[in-house]
């Protein structure tokens, strides 16, 4: 097995070290490729006011899930777990005995290939893995980087490689962090890092959260999800924005409903469980057994609490997963969005999605039939609030009053 380690102060990380972790992955044909964030770097002191190592690691944790390769990239808070200086012989040392068969391969910027003489242990360092890195502009690929390998390979008996990259996003951590200071820079950065940065009020960067703009609110959401659910996130945000035209809701709040609608969906149960006790949701005894059913009302008090959504928004989200009997407008629009976004791929979703736009309560009412079939096929319990909306509907239909 190949096994790259990208280590680094990554503060924060961006689409420079993505970039390169992508591109190492295919040139070296790695089997796995671990970013290993330092917790206190013995090359350079880091800028005081910063954010702590727990909170780089979770940026990089956001920038590595957001190259959606999970069973290839991963993420290790080792050197924050080990106390003292952050040396790459030691880590090195302890990979190598965590996976005795791998060949291992540290991936580094010009600037510590240039000085890796000058680090401790370099002898162990070139002894436990080949050393690579990326040149990341022209300048950077010239006799300077060659004439560097040659003498680590006669002095050390380095195994090198000077990888230069097809993509280059020329910018340092340190000129970000100036740009984040200044309001700019967020092209440089994955938006789930972006989000968090704004969520955590890192490197400058200062908003009110109730009165986020669109992109960044959009930013903050993906933050807080895995990077595999953000396509669908974005999908029922077309998708309710289009409904909204369509039957006269208003499309900013069928947008900003449909951003957050997921915004708690991979807490754990216990966490769902904090934020009900925190918010006073009373729990029936299915949603007390299944979480699944739980970040619709979680996410809702999360985005009028922290993010300042109208009640009527939170009202949307709250039902989008289970619907009710009597749902507004704005509540259909959610529900069904979610159900028929463009992403969704299931027998009878083309007919959904024609339905949606030729009468919105039968689009409704079709996919509460088909949650309550799937269910019941997969030998699970119904939500109430379902059958609830179902009957509704049903009864709406026919001109007659539930009973």
Same mark, same amino acid.
């Given at each position: 097995?190949?096994?790259?380690?990208?280590?680094?102060?990554?503060?924060?990380?961006?689409?420079?070290?993505?970039?390169?972790?992508?591109?190492?992955?295919?040139?070296?044909?790695?089997?796995?490729?671990?970013?290993?964030?330092?917790?206190?770097? &013995?090359?350079?002191?880091?800028?005081?006011?910063?954010? %702590?190592?727990?909170?780089?690691?979770?940026?990089?944790?956001? =920038? @590595?899930?957001?190259?959606?390769?999970?069973?290839?990239? %991963?993420?290790?808070?080792?050197?924050?777990?080990?106390?003292?200086?952050? +040396?790459?012989? $030691?880590?090195?040392?302890?990979?190598?005995?965590?996976?005795?068969?791998?060949?291992?391969?540290?991936?580094?910027?010009? $600037? #510590?290939?240039?000085?890796?003489?000058?680090?401790?242990? &370099?002898?162990? *360092?070139?002894?436990?893995?080949?050393?690579?890195?990326?040149?990341?502009?022209?300048?950077?690929?010239?006799?300077?980087?060659?004439?560097? /390998?040659?003498?680590?390979?006669?002095?050390?008996?380095?195994?090198?490689?000077?990888?230069?990259?097809?993509?280059?996003?020329?910018?340092?951590?340190?000129?970000? !962090?100036?740009?984040?200071?200044?309001?700019?820079?967020?092209?440089?950065? %994955?938006?789930?890092?972006?989000?968090?940065?704004?969520?955590?009020?890192?490197?400058?960067?200062?908003?009110?959260?109730?009165?986020?703009?669109? !992109?960044?609110?959009?930013?903050?959401?993906?933050? #807080?999800?895995?990077?595999?659910?953000?396509?669908?996130?974005?999908?029922?945000?077309?998708?309710?924005?289009?409904? =909204?035209? !369509?039957?006269?809701?208003?499309?900013?709040? @069928?947008?900003?409903?449909?951003?957050?609608?997921?915004?708690?969906?991979?807490?754990?149960?216990?966490?769902?469980?904090?934020?009900? !006790?925190?918010?006073? *949701?009373?729990?029936?005894?299915?949603?007390?057994? =299944?979480?699944?059913?739980?970040?619709?009302?979680?996410?809702?008090?999360?985005?009028?609490?922290?993010?300042?959504?109208?009640?009527?928004?939170?009202?949307?989200?709250?039902?989008?997963?289970?619907?009710?009997?009597?749902?507004?407008?704005?509540?259909? *629009?959610?529900?069904?969005?979610? +159900?028929?976004?463009?992403?969704?791929?299931?027998?009878?979703?083309?007919?959904?999605?024609?339905? =949606?736009?030729?009468?919105?309560?039968?689009?409704?009412?079709?996919?509460?039939?088909?949650?309550?079939?799937?269910?019941?096929?997969?030998?699970?319990?119904?939500?109430?609030?379902?059958?609830? /909306?179902?009957?509704?509907?049903?009864?709406? %239909?026919?001109?007659?009053?539930?009973?």
């Amino acid at each position: 097995m190949k096994l790259g380690i990208y280590g680094g102060t990554f503060n924060p990380p961006h689409l420079g070290h993505l970039a390169a972790a992508q591109f190492a992955l295919d040139a070296l044909k790695l089997d796995q490729l671990e970013f290993v964030p330092a917790a206190a770097p &013995p090359h350079k002191t880091l800028p005081e006011g910063g954010p %702590s190592a727990e909170q780089r690691l979770e940026m990089v944790e956001l =920038a @590595a899930d957001g190259l959606l390769l999970p069973k290839k990239v %991963s993420v290790s808070g080792m050197e924050l777990h080990r106390p003292g200086k952050s +040396y790459t012989a $030691d880590t090195l040392e302890q990979l190598q005995a965590a996976n005795p068969e791998a060949e291992l391969w540290l991936l580094m910027g010009t $600037d #510590m290939f240039l000085t890796l003489q000058n680090w401790r242990e &370099p002898e162990v *360092i070139t002894r436990l893995a080949g050393i690579c890195t990326f040149a990341r502009t022209q300048s950077d690929s010239g006799e300077l980087l060659e004439t560097q /390998a040659r003498y680590l390979q006669e002095t050390f008996g380095a195994r090198t490689c000077v990888l230069q990259l097809p993509h280059i996003v020329d910018v340092s951590s340190t000129q970000l !962090r100036e740009l984040l200071a200044q309001g700019k820079g967020q092209a440089y950065l %994955s938006p789930a890092v972006y989000g968090y940065i704004i969520r955590q009020g890192l490197y400058g960067v200062h908003y009110d959260l109730k009165q986020l703009p669109d !992109r960044e609110l959009r930013a903050c959401s993906y933050s #807080m999800i895995r990077a595999k659910r953000i396509a669908h996130v974005q999908g029922t945000e077309e998708e309710a924005v289009r409904l =909204a035209q !369509r039957w006269g809701a208003d499309e900013e709040k @069928a947008r900003r409903g449909a951003i957050l609608h997921d915004c708690t969906k991979y807490l754990t149960m216990e966490e769902q469980l904090q934020l009900c !006790r925190k918010y006073g *949701i009373v729990l029936d005894d299915l949603e007390q057994q =299944a979480v699944k059913l739980l970040h619709a009302k979680t996410g809702a008090c999360v985005a009028r609490d922290v993010y300042g959504v109208s009640d009527d928004v939170y009202e949307a989200i709250f039902w989008h997963t289970t619907g009710k009997a009597d749902m507004t407008l704005l509540e259909k *629009i959610l529900y069904i969005a979610d +159900y028929m976004e463009p992403n969704r791929d299931f027998p009878g979703v083309e007919r959904l999605r024609t339905l =949606a736009y030729q009468d919105l309560d039968q689009a409704v009412l079709a996919g509460c039939e088909m949650s309550i079939q799937e269910m019941k096929d997969r030998g699970l319990p119904v939500h109430p609030n379902t059958v609830r /909306a179902r009957e509704w509907l049903r009864s709406k %239909s026919s001109g007659k009053e539930p009973c």
